[in-house]
């Protein structure tokens, strides 16, 4: 066919054409010269290259490349890379370099056993340093079997046996760690050793296991576990978390050791101070004494404390089984105090100056050199403290306090142990404050107790009791009742206010003062007792009701005093402020209803016997129908007789029904109407009949007999 005929002419044509332009392209050839082969490094290997990109891979999120100055491939497979350097590059993380002297690659290069100056070193200065290691592409982690070291900027780190894992940033060392941080003049400043130890470089941590031991300056810590926390940068410690027989010693102004079970330490921005520390399980921190002493010691299951840059505490925070130990010195004595919690403050430099203990409450002070041991209990119990010492403590809540020989009780309880005082307020179970020792208990709305020498002061509804005696061998042991009271007996003794010494014996009661033992009592403004003479004196409207072997004697007077060593009651009249009689002292009793300036009861040695009675100045005596007066009057007990005295141009005068005796004497007896009348020649005596206001008649006169003198 005609169409068939002009392809087959056209397909001619073109390969024409087509050979003329390969032709023309084509020039004179040049003449190749061999290359010259390379040096054999290991005659085994069926192939060796140099200058190799053995491996490229890039990822999603990172990128491998793995070079080689020289590779070798034997028979198998296996690979030989000499002058390694494997580069990932991790998006929106750090990038790493390893590199090693040589690599022995797996099938794919997948896995590489470097040998030989191994080192990863990181973007951001962290280099690690190794004599042989692994690495695996895949997994990203580098494990090295031998010793290791490891730095950045001014951490440095050796160990044995390390993995890193380049995904996580975690590097693990498994034995023999050393972890150390410097300043910027290459001085030490933190050490760690552990057995083992693990740096996330990513939470910014370094975890310690086994004999953990660290030096901070002079600060020496050791612990089972620990668990360091860094600065981004890796050149400060913020914290460090101490698990297990956790202790610290020395390294601080203010603290000299501490110890627990458990401890969290965090310290300042820079990590040069530790201003925090969280103590749990069986915590104990000792502070730094004076002059190179012990200083004080607080313990507690759990402590939190915070610390001033210096070393001083500033806050203390602990509860259960809560102690406080101060140290003694030469002027104090030592102290210590139990509680279930504690809250203290202290200042910069000074260390706590202030401690709030609750629950459970137990203060102790051992022995001074003038004082016997001391403990107290209650339920709260607020402290200020200087330097080692407590300067006041006030004691809240069912307080008990007791020393050698004195017990006391009280809602609230003031104690300065420098000045020995003790002062006890507030009503506990309805009971008012209470102290008691072995010669007196007193109840007040308030007490007030030098604790040596033992003066007690009380206010406010004062109730006693007294006891004869005191502590053998003590001051008191000779100290007794009022001898007008029994010995082996109490008794009490009620007042607005009491001041006790009780070393002197003395007790000074006032305001509606009232003492009573059984059915003698004596009631006044004020009464003292004088306990080492068996004294006591009543003053300000004074009254009593004394039992007698002859019966009651009931007394008013401005005064009733009592002497033992006289065996003597003395009576006198109240007087104004000018010392002017105003009421004169009335005694009334078996010997009639008797009035004068002064009376006086002279008793027998034992027994309340009344041996004799006197009463001077304005005397008047009522005896059943017989009223008698004068200037002086002298009762004998025994005999029941009566001698009445005038003085001066005063005479006696004797009524008795319708019949009047004067004289100079009178003498007159109890049970019979006898009178003896002593005159004398300046006034003879007389009798008169009919002279009593109750005589409505004249009774026969009679005739005086002469006097008598008495018998």
């Known amino acids: 066919m005609r169409w068939q005929k002009w392809a087959r002419l056209l397909v001619a044509i073109v390969g024409i054409a087509a050979a003329v332009v390969v032709y023309a392209t084509m020039g004179e050839r040049v003449k190749l010269v061999p290359a010259t082969a390379p040096a054999r490094i290991d005659p085994k290997a069926v192939i060796e290259s140099s200058g190799n990109i053995v491996q490229q891979v890039r990822g999603t999120k990172q990128d491998y490349l793995i070079e080689a100055e020289r590779q070798l491939t034997y028979e198998g497979g296996s690979t030989k890379l000499v002058g390694v350097k494997i580069t990932v590059r991790n998006r929106g993380g750090r990038d790493y370099v390893v590199t090693g002297h040589e690599a022995q690659a797996g099938e794919h290069q997948k896995d590489l056993q470097l040998s030989g100056g191994v080192q990863l070193a990181s973007d951001d200065g962290f280099i ?22 490891f730095e950045r ?23 023999q760690s050393h972890v150390s941080l410097r300043d910027e003049h290459g001085n030490t400043t933190t050490e760690f050793t552990s057995g083992k130890s693990t740096l996330d470089r990513m939470a910014h941590t370094l975890a310690l296991d086994g004999n953990v031991h660290a030096l901070r300056g002079e600060q020496v810590i050791d612990a089972k576990q620990g668990i360091a926390h860094l600065t981004e940068d890796e050149q400060h410690i913020t914290a460090i978390e101490l698990r297990g027989d956790s202790r610290i ?9 501490m110890s627990a079970r458990d401890m969290n330490l965090n310290y300042s921005a820079d990590g040069s101070a530790l201003e925090h520390a969280q103590l749990t399980g069986g915590g ?10 012990p200083g004080r010691q607080v313990l507690g299951d759990t402590l939190d404390i915070r610390m001033a840059p210096d070393g001083s505490l500033t806050k203390v925070v602990g509860r259960d089984n809560v102690r406080l130990d101060l140290p003694g010195s030469p002027d104090s004595p030592a102290r210590s105090i139990k509680a279930r919690a504690i809250d203290a403050d202290g200042a910069p430099g000074q260390g706590l100056t202030a401690a709030r203990f609750m629950d459970n409450v137990e203060y102790r002070e051992e022995s001074g050199k003038s004082a016997s041991g001391r403990t107290a209990r209650s339920r709260t119990l607020t402290v200020a403290l200087m330097n080692d010492a407590i300067s006041n403590a006030v004691f809240g809540g069912a307080v008990k306090f007791e020393e050698q020989g004195l017990r006391a009780a009280s809602g609230e309880a003031r104690y300065d142990p420098a000045k020995g005082s003790l002062r006890l307020t507030g009503v506990e179970g309805g009971a008012p404050p209470r102290v008691a020792d072995d010669q007196v208990t007193i109840d007040a709305l308030a007490i007030d107790v030098t604790l040596d020498p ?31 009271l029994k010995q082996d007996q109490p008794a009490n003794v009620n ?51 004394i039992v007698l072997d002859t019966g009651n004697s009931i007394a008013h007077a401005g005064e009733i005093r009592y002497a033992d060593a006289a065996h003597t009651i003395t009576y006198t009249s109240m007087k104004n402020a000018l010392g ?46 017989r009223n008698a007066s004068g200037e002086r009057l002298t009762y004998f007990a025994d ?26 004497t009178l003498t007159f007896f109890k049970s019979t109407d006898r009178i003896i009348v002593d005159g004398n020649e300046e006034q003879r005596t007389q009798t008169r009949n009919g002279v009593s206001p109750a005589c409505t008649t004249t009774a026969p006169a009679r005739s005086t007999p002469p006097p008598a003198r008495p018998r």
């Open 128 to 149: 690690v340093k190794a004599d042989t290691a692994s690495f695996n592409q895949d997994t990203g982690l580098m494990i090295a079997p031998g010793a290791v070291t």
């Open 153 to 175: 900027n001014r951490m440095m780190g050796s160990g044995t046996g390390m993995s890193y894992d380049k995904n996580t940033d975690v590097l693990s060392l498994a034995d």
């Open 249 to 257: 010693v020395g390294g601080g102004s203010g603290v000299d050791s």
């Open 284 to 293: 104990a921190i000792a502070m730094t004494g004076q002059n190179g002493s």
């Open 454 to 484: 033992r003066v007690m002061k009380a206010s406010g509804a004062v109730k006693t009791m007294l006891q004869a005696g005191g502590p053998k061998g003590s001051a008191a042991q000779g100290n007794r009742l009022p001898g007008l």
């Open 495 to 545: 007042a607005d206010a009491l001041d006790y010494q009780g070393a002197a014996g003395q007790a000074l009661y006032t305001g509606n003062a009232t003492m009573w033992q059984g059915e003698t009592a004596v009631r006044a403004d004020s009464i003292a007792i004088d306990q080492s003479k068996g004294d006591f004196l009543a003053s300000g409207n004074a009254r009593s009701t």
């Open 580 to 625: 002017v009689p105003t009421a004169q002292a009335q005694l009334s009793g078996p010997q009639g209803d008797l009035r004068g300036d002064r009376i006086e009861v002279l008793l027998a040695p034992q027994g309340g016997h009344v041996n004799r009675l006197e009463a001077y100045t304005g005397v008047s005596l009522k005896l059943d129908t």
């Open 639 to 664: 005999e029941e007789r009566y001698v009445m005295s005038g003085a001066g141009t005063k005479s006696v005068k004797v009524l008795e029904n319708c019949r009047e005796t004067t004289g100079r």
